[in-house]
């Protein structure tokens, strides 16, 4: 079938066409940049439980909404954390430092790059491991695991972890 300029066919055409391309513009502009996307994307990875904890959908991990709020040693870190009672749970220890690792996030603002549902007070939580009088820490600031001196407080801060099944 042939169709001639200026038919009723033609317009039809023209008209349907035109409809077609502004939907795509509707569509192209309704749709969120990528930068937005993503935070969304990281922001649903953690869910605010509302009892002072804060749980990591990709892992399945429970979290303390915030650290003790102190300068304090390995050991007194181990201790707050075997018992902090947050959520009405008691099964709460120090994380290891890939745990604490995976919850770094180099896309936040702030001094620490973490979560805004998890308070640090400081930038380097303990974690559990230990090799000889050296004990885990993570750093928030800067992205890295370190050790350091067991018996050490300077930013160190306990950010009791529990297994959120």
Known sequence: MRVCPGSTLSKKIIVAVGF????????????????????????AQFKDNGDGTVTDAQTGLMWAASDNGRDITWAEAR?????????????????TQDE????????ESGSNHITPLIKLSGCCPWAIETRGSEAAHFSFGAGYQFWGSQSGTLSNRALPVRSGK
């Open 20 to 43: 077609l391309v502004l939907i795509g513009f509707v569509m192209a502009a309704m749709a969120l940049p990528p930068e937005v996307e993503a935070d969304e994307k990281r922001m």
């Open 79 to 95: 201790t707050y954390c075997r018992n902090y009672s947050g959520g009405g749970h008691t099964d709460w220890r120090l994380p």
């Open 100 to 107: 604490l690792a995976g919850l770094y996030d180099k896309e």
